[in-house]
């Protein structure tokens, strides 16, 4: 596996199952990051981590539960979503520059997520 | 304010022929890194080209080129010899050096939808 790779690729889901997305990159990155891709809305942050420590918490409901075991992998657990929640989940992994502006971020192909 | 904005929903170009997707950005800090990445259908955000506030030169990868005009706030993405593949969204992003929490985020725009005909 080459690049930034993510699981499954399409998920649907009740509204009180429990899941997990998950995302894994073979590029050597300390960083990797939580995009949500609403329809016609921006791309929104979600979190960030860098050395497997949480930097950034966009404001995101606790029904979003990320966690990051080491550089190359990077989970978000789910739990009673909203019909709302359904989106694009983009993972992005980089190098660790968090402050430097030339970093550039590479993404996985997403995971497709519907709740019913 | 936007920080990224991308004026055309969508765009049409033949096969073959050039297009460019304009961007334009606002930001008071000095510098600032300029991406553009493609997405397909199938949903992979795939990065593109990078241009730096103080890259003295427009940058180029391949059939993709950036416009790079400092004074006026814009980056536009130039495809020469367009293909049926290039058809996709195309976002503009730009990252700021300024840290407001520890971390410079990454900013997009809404995306142009580009349509490759034969």
């Known amino acids: 596996e080459t690049g930034v790779t993510q699981t499954p690729r399409h998920l649907v889901m009740g509204m009180t199952n429990k899941k997990s997305l998950k995302c894994e990159q073979h590029l050597g990155h300390n960083a990797m990051y939580w995009y949500k891709q609403s329809a016609k809305k921006p791309l929104e942050l979600m979190f960030v981590y860098n050395f497997k420590e949480q930097t950034e918490n966009n404001s995101v409901p606790s029904r979003f539960s990320p966690e990051c075991p080491n550089s190359s992998h990077l989970f978000l657990h789910l739990h009673t979503l909203q019909p709302e929640d359904s989106a694009l989940y983009l993972c992005?992994?980089?190098?660790?520059?968090?402050?430097?502006?030339?970093?550039?971020?590479?993404f996985g192909p997403g995971t497709r997520l519907t709740v019913l | 304010a936007q920080k990224i904005t991308q004026t055309q929903p969508g765009m049409f170009v033949q096969e073959k022929e050039a297009v460019t997707l304009d961007c334009t950005y606002d930001t008071s800090d000095p510098s600032y890194g300029l991406f553009w990445y493609k997405q397909p259908s199938s949903g992979e955000m795939i990065f593109l080209i990078y241009?730096?506030?103080?890259?003295?030169q427009n940058a180029t990868e391949g059939r993709y080129s950036l416009n790079f005009q400092k004074a006026r706030k814009s980056a536009n993405l130039v495809i020469s010899a367009s293909q049926l593949g290039d058809s996709a969204m195309y976002f503009c992003?730009?990252?700021?050096?300024?840290?407001?929490?520890?971390?410079?985020?990454?900013?997009f725009g809404k995306g142009t939808m580009l349509l490759v005909s034969p």
């Open positions: 992005a992994s980089s190098q660790d520059k968090l402050a430097d502006y030339t970093d550039t971020q590479y």
């Open positions: 241009q730096g506030s103080y890259d003295q």
């Open positions: 992003a730009m990252r700021e050096a300024t840290m407001n929490s520890g971390y410079s985020t990454l900013t």
